[in-house]
């Protein structure tokens, strides 16, 4: 008896040998039960993707391939054959929509989602599995994790106006998202700079707004020094890259720069401007670059650019910015103040406040909705569904969520990712000097006096790559991205309570930078070669 008592002790303790064996998983997963065993990939290794995963089959089957080094023979079906890796799609999964259940025994990996999302997360999980420190190639340990996130969005911004972002880079960017778990990429389109997306009806936009430099209508700007610099994507780079960010769960919101950050346009368009003589600059030094409110023949044009650009894009929202106006043109402006005053405003907020409303009913008409930045909260009100994407501060998502507003949580202090992350680094410092660990320190729903259907209201967090300072090889962007992206992507998924971090540090210095090099990633390292 004792003997056998002293037997299972022996056995226990060889269990928890083998659960030593770390995963460093980022975003860390609600559940992680290890036990002994592993499971080696056979050759030849069958995998069986739902029908529901169809379009992910190639990307899931390369994943596997270069993770196990043995390519394996696909098949569309339903049914976990001997020994396959499955990745099936089950509604009746007791878990949160992008949740997900993934398990290595004996038998297989089994990998299921409530959802086609749900199961591309467990994906993401199984390849950082394969790709842990401690775990050899060809063989996975056997465990069972149970896993869903924190919030409905997790999204990062890349600004392709200021910099302009090739097609492969961009899906790129939305590689390294997926392998984060993230699900939005939020596709800044249009700026004072450079005008990126191909809109037929208006071809002066790509034609002359998309390129800066000499001879050009834009002047040079942000490292385009004294070439003709630029690029836009086609309609058909648009849908060719929604299509690869959906096949990796990845939903893609696009972004039109208005009424502000305009000149792109109204040096292709000058008619859309204020007739006005005097300069007013933007914060960022520009001028002519606010669309007129009084204008009437504008709201056309915004009906044939929301018109098309809803036809592009299957997500629900449609970002309609709002920041950063300099509303002086607008005081200047006589169609504005004919305006002003048949509506009886007696400020300018209004005025962009009468803006906006007309927009959003341009969009309804499109059946999309719209997501603003948190200035489109001034001056009266806009369509309770619309979302708010609070930039400007905590306070500010604050405000948001209590006026009942679905509020995305992206403060500059904390998640905008052009800021320098040290002293002597390249990068803007007017929000933060922001380093990884300030980063991993966000936390979206702050103990504020906000109640809990308040607090529901905040449904997500954002990330922000403004590209000013990205004038250098595409290394800086990456420089720029990662590994605060990573810390970003714990901040959407993982519970409040397992944020800790030494623990993040320690799985992210452990095997997480590596999987970030083997992506081809050139991000910042501790201690960090300033660039
Ligand atoms: C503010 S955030 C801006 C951008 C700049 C950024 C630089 C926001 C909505 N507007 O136009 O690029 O700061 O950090």
Not at 267 to 281: D, F, N, R, W
Not at 472 to 482: K, N, V
Request: some cysteine; glycine content about 8%; charged content about 25%.
């Amino acid at each position: 008896m004792r003997k056998s008592i002293l037997l299972l002790a022996l056995f226990l303790s060889s269990l928890s040998f083998v659960q030593a064996q770390k995963l460093d998983i980022i975003p860390k997963p609600v559940s992680v039960q290890q036990s002994a065993g592993q499971f080696v990939f056979p050759s030849p290794l069958k995998i069986v993707v739902d029908k529901k995963l169809k379009n992910s089959a190639d990307y899931i089957t390369t994943g596997i391939s270069k993770s196990s080094g043995i390519n394996p023979i696909v098949s569309i079906g339903k049914k976990h054959g001997k020994n396959n890796i499955s990745f099936l799609v089950d509604k009746k999964l007791n878990l949160p929509d992008e949740g997900y259940q993934l398990e290595i025994n004996e038998k297989g990996i089994f990998v299921k989602g409530k959802t086609d999302k749900g199961v591309l997360n467990g994906f993401q999980t199984l390849l950082q599995i394969c790709s842990a420190k401690e775990v050899k190639k060809g063989a996975v340990p056997y465990v069972k994790i149970e896993d869903y996130p924190r919030f409905d969005w997790r999204g990062m911004m890349l600004d392709c106006s200021r910099q302009f972002f090739d097609k492969q880079t961009v899906k790129n960017y939305i590689d390294w998202l997926a392998a984060h778990k993230m699900n939005v990429f939020h596709w800044h389109l249009t700026d004072d700079n450079g005008w990126r997306i191909e809109i037929k009806s208006l071809p002066d936009l790509t034609l002359k707004g998309a390129w800066r430099g000499p001879g050009e209508v834009l002047l040079p700007s942000y490292g385009s020094g004294d070439k003709r610099y630029g690029g836009f994507y086609t309609q058909e780079d648009i849908k060719e890259v929604v299509a690869y960010a959906a096949d990796r769960g990845i939903s893609v919101m696009p972004e039109i720069e208005i009424p502000g950050h305009s000149r792109a346009v109204t040096a292709s368009y000058p008619e859309v401007g204020c007739a006005i003589t005097q300069e007013l600059k933007s914060v960022q030094g520009e001028v002519k670059n606010v669309w007129c409110v009084g204008r009437e023949e504008n709201y056309d044009l915004l009906d044939s650019i929301i018109r098309e650009v809803s036809g592009l894009f299957p997500f629900e929202y449609i970002h309609i910015a709002g920041d950063e106006v300099n509303r002086a043109n607008w005081e200047h402006c006589p169609k504005c103040q004919a305006l002003m005053a048949k509506e009886g405003f007696t400020d300018s907020f209004q005025l962009q406040n009468y803006f906006f409303r007309r927009v959003q009913t341009i969009v309804d008409k499109y059946h999309k909705k719209t997501d603003g930045w948190n200035e489109i909260l001034k001056g009266g009100e806009i369509n309770p569904n619309t979302l708010i994407s609070a930039w400007q501060g905590i306070s500010y998502g604050i405000e948001s969520a209590k006026k009942g507003y679905k509020t995305i949580m992206m403060p500059g202090q904390f998640t905008y990712y052009d800021m320098a992350q040290s002293e002597t680094e390249r990068g803007h410092r007017w929000a933060a000097i922001t380093d990884t660990k300030r980063a991993y320190s966000f936390e979206p729903i702050p103990d504020a006096d906000l109640t809990p259907e308040e607090q529901k209201n905040i449904i997500g967090v954002q990330g922000a790559l403004w590209s000013e300072y990205l004038d250098r090889p595409a290394r800086i962007m990456e420089y720029q991205s990662y590994p605060r992206i990573s810390a970003l992507s714990e901040i959407g998924w993982s519970k409040k309570e397992d944020k800790n971090w030494d623990d993040f540090y320690g799985r992210l210095t452990n095997s997480h930078l590596q999987r970030l090099a083997n992506m081809g990633i050139a991000f910042r390292d501790f201690p960090p070669t300033a660039i």
